[in-house]
Protein backbone atom coordinates (compact mmCIF):
# COMPACT_ATOMS: atom_id res chain seq x y z
CA UNK A 1 0.00 0.00 0.00
CA UNK A 2 1.15 3.55 -0.94
CA UNK A 3 0.61 5.18 1.99
CA UNK A 4 0.59 8.76 3.55
CA UNK A 5 -0.64 11.15 6.84
CA UNK A 6 -3.27 13.68 6.28
CA UNK A 7 -6.00 15.86 7.43
CA UNK A 8 -9.27 16.82 5.52
CA UNK A 9 -11.01 19.40 6.32
CA UNK A 10 -14.87 20.82 6.27
CA UNK A 11 -17.22 21.30 3.20
CA UNK A 12 -17.07 24.88 3.71
CA UNK A 13 -13.55 24.96 3.52
CA UNK A 14 -13.09 22.50 0.24
CA UNK A 15 -15.54 25.04 -1.29
CA UNK A 16 -13.04 27.84 -0.23
CA UNK A 17 -10.40 26.22 -1.35
CA UNK A 18 -12.25 25.08 -5.10
CA UNK A 19 -12.96 28.53 -5.24
CA UNK A 20 -9.20 29.21 -4.74
CA UNK A 21 -8.45 26.99 -7.44
CA UNK A 22 -10.66 28.25 -9.67
CA UNK A 23 -9.28 31.43 -9.54
CA UNK A 24 -5.68 30.57 -10.46
CA UNK A 25 -7.20 28.11 -13.23
CA UNK A 26 -8.75 30.82 -14.79
CA UNK A 27 -5.40 32.97 -15.04
CA UNK A 28 -3.01 29.90 -16.06
CA UNK A 29 -2.31 29.36 -19.38
CA UNK A 30 -4.56 26.04 -21.13
CA UNK A 31 -2.69 22.99 -19.97
CA UNK A 32 0.25 24.39 -17.69
CA UNK A 33 -1.07 22.97 -14.56
CA UNK A 34 -2.67 19.42 -13.59
CA UNK A 35 -4.87 20.73 -11.10
CA UNK A 36 -6.03 18.63 -7.86
CA UNK A 37 -9.65 17.58 -7.72
CA UNK A 38 -11.24 19.07 -5.00
CA UNK A 39 -12.44 15.96 -3.19
CA UNK A 40 -8.22 15.23 -3.07
CA UNK A 41 -7.45 18.45 -1.30
CA UNK A 42 -5.55 17.81 1.96
CA UNK A 43 -3.14 18.58 4.80
CA UNK A 44 -0.07 16.56 4.06
CA UNK A 45 2.07 15.86 7.12
CA UNK A 46 4.00 12.58 5.81
CA UNK A 47 4.57 10.58 3.16
CA UNK A 48 5.19 7.79 3.80
CA UNK A 49 5.42 5.30 0.80
CA UNK A 50 5.27 1.70 0.07
CA UNK A 51 4.05 -0.08 3.17
CA UNK A 52 2.70 -3.42 4.07
CA UNK A 53 0.16 -4.63 6.83
CA UNK A 54 2.92 -4.57 9.61
CA UNK A 55 3.74 -0.97 8.23
CA UNK A 56 0.08 0.35 8.31
CA UNK A 57 0.04 -0.94 12.01
CA UNK A 58 2.79 0.27 13.03
CA UNK A 59 1.88 4.12 11.14
CA UNK A 60 -1.55 3.66 13.19
CA UNK A 61 0.17 3.35 16.09
CA UNK A 62 2.72 6.07 15.44
CA UNK A 63 -0.12 8.49 14.37
CA UNK A 64 -1.78 7.40 17.63
CA UNK A 65 1.22 8.48 20.09
CA UNK A 66 1.97 11.57 17.83
CA UNK A 67 -1.78 12.68 19.13
CA UNK A 68 -1.15 12.21 22.51
CA UNK A 69 -2.87 14.99 24.05
CA UNK A 70 -3.90 17.53 21.56
CA UNK A 71 -6.75 18.74 21.62
CA UNK A 72 -8.81 19.76 18.47
CA UNK A 73 -8.38 22.90 16.59
CA UNK A 74 -9.15 25.46 13.67
CA UNK A 75 -7.27 26.57 11.07
CA UNK A 76 -8.31 29.46 8.24
CA UNK A 77 -7.19 30.12 4.62
CA UNK A 78 -3.92 31.78 3.82
CA UNK A 79 -2.68 33.15 0.45
CA UNK A 80 -1.01 31.17 -2.35
CA UNK A 81 2.24 29.86 -2.89
CA UNK A 82 5.14 27.96 -5.04
CA UNK A 83 7.51 25.48 -4.04
CA UNK A 84 10.59 25.12 -5.07
CA UNK A 85 10.56 28.53 -5.89
CA UNK A 86 8.81 31.66 -8.00
CA UNK A 87 11.53 31.21 -10.59
CA UNK A 88 10.90 27.83 -10.84
CA UNK A 89 7.31 26.64 -9.65
CA UNK A 90 6.63 23.11 -9.55
CA UNK A 91 3.81 23.21 -7.02
CA UNK A 92 0.73 25.68 -6.86
CA UNK A 93 -0.70 25.63 -2.97
CA UNK A 94 -3.38 27.80 -0.81
CA UNK A 95 -1.34 28.31 2.37
CA UNK A 96 -2.44 28.19 6.24
CA UNK A 97 -3.01 31.52 8.35
CA UNK A 98 -4.36 31.32 11.30
CA UNK A 99 -3.50 27.37 12.88
CA UNK A 100 0.02 27.60 11.21
CA UNK A 101 1.77 27.14 14.65
CA UNK A 102 -1.01 24.00 15.60
CA UNK A 103 -0.54 22.51 12.54
CA UNK A 104 3.40 22.71 13.11
CA UNK A 105 3.32 21.00 16.44
CA UNK A 106 0.84 18.52 15.26
CA UNK A 107 3.20 17.51 11.94
CA UNK A 108 6.47 17.76 14.91
CA UNK A 109 4.79 15.17 17.32
CA UNK A 110 3.22 12.93 14.27
CA UNK A 111 6.91 12.79 13.31
CA UNK A 112 8.42 11.89 16.40
CA UNK A 113 4.92 9.64 17.19
CA UNK A 114 6.30 7.64 13.05
CA UNK A 115 9.93 7.70 13.61
CA UNK A 116 9.66 5.61 17.59
CA UNK A 117 7.30 3.60 15.30
CA UNK A 118 10.07 2.43 12.82
CA UNK A 119 9.01 4.51 10.03
CA UNK A 120 11.36 6.14 7.83
CA UNK A 121 10.01 9.23 5.62
CA UNK A 122 11.11 13.25 4.81
CA UNK A 123 10.43 14.62 8.13
CA UNK A 124 10.07 18.59 6.53
CA UNK A 125 6.19 20.17 7.11
CA UNK A 126 5.09 23.31 5.27
CA UNK A 127 1.69 24.03 6.55
CA UNK A 128 0.04 23.99 2.66
CA UNK A 129 -2.76 22.58 0.71
CA UNK A 130 -1.64 21.65 -3.04
CA UNK A 131 -3.95 22.64 -5.42
CA UNK A 132 -2.01 22.37 -9.07
CA UNK A 133 0.76 20.77 -9.99
CA UNK A 134 2.84 22.70 -12.95
CA UNK A 135 3.66 20.68 -16.41
CA UNK A 136 4.61 23.93 -18.14
CA UNK A 137 6.28 27.43 -17.77
CA UNK A 138 4.15 29.84 -16.17
CA UNK A 139 4.69 33.49 -17.26
CA UNK A 140 6.09 35.93 -14.41
CA UNK A 141 3.01 38.09 -14.61
CA UNK A 142 1.04 35.13 -13.84
CA UNK A 143 2.64 34.43 -10.43
CA UNK A 144 2.33 37.77 -9.49
CA UNK A 145 -1.99 37.75 -9.90
CA UNK A 146 -1.38 34.32 -8.16
CA UNK A 147 0.38 35.76 -5.72
CA UNK A 148 -2.10 38.56 -4.66
CA UNK A 149 -5.27 36.56 -4.33
CA UNK A 150 -7.31 37.15 -1.32
CA UNK A 151 -10.30 35.06 -0.11
CA UNK A 152 -13.44 37.10 -0.33
CA UNK A 153 -14.64 35.76 3.06
CA UNK A 154 -12.56 34.26 6.50
CA UNK A 155 -12.84 30.59 5.21
CA UNK A 156 -12.31 28.31 8.41
CA UNK A 157 -12.04 24.47 8.94
CA UNK A 158 -11.58 22.40 12.29
CA UNK A 159 -8.92 19.87 12.58
CA UNK A 160 -10.32 17.35 14.44
CA UNK A 161 -8.28 14.03 13.31
CA UNK A 162 -5.78 12.86 11.48
CA UNK A 163 -5.97 9.91 8.98
CA UNK A 164 -3.73 7.28 7.32
CA UNK A 165 -4.47 7.60 3.67
CA UNK A 166 -3.80 4.95 0.94
CA UNK A 167 -2.80 6.52 -2.28
CA UNK A 168 -4.14 4.70 -5.52
CA UNK A 169 -2.43 5.71 -8.95
CA UNK A 170 -4.41 5.63 -11.84
CA UNK A 171 -4.23 7.40 -15.23
CA UNK A 172 -6.95 9.58 -14.39
CA UNK A 173 -4.78 10.59 -11.26
CA UNK A 174 -4.24 9.53 -7.51
CA UNK A 175 -7.94 8.03 -5.94
CA UNK A 176 -7.69 8.33 -1.77
CA UNK A 177 -9.34 6.11 0.22
CA UNK A 178 -9.06 6.56 3.87
CA UNK A 179 -7.55 3.30 5.74
CA UNK A 180 -7.67 4.71 9.60
CA UNK A 181 -8.68 7.75 11.22
CA UNK A 182 -7.27 9.01 14.33
CA UNK A 183 -9.10 11.67 16.10
CA UNK A 184 -7.76 14.56 18.54
CA UNK A 185 -9.12 14.58 22.18
Not at 18 to 44: C, D, M, Q, S
Not at 122 to 144: A, C, M, Q, W
Amino acid sequence: MRLFVASSFEPAFTAGLKAAAEYARIAAPKGAVKWVEPGNFHLTYAFLGELGKDGAAAAKSGIEAGLAGLKPFTLAMGGFGVFPSARRPQVLWVGIGEGAPQLRELAARLGAGLTAAGLKFENRFEPHITIGRVKDSLPESYLRRFADYAPPRRTVSRVASVELMESVLTPEGPVYRQAVSCPLL
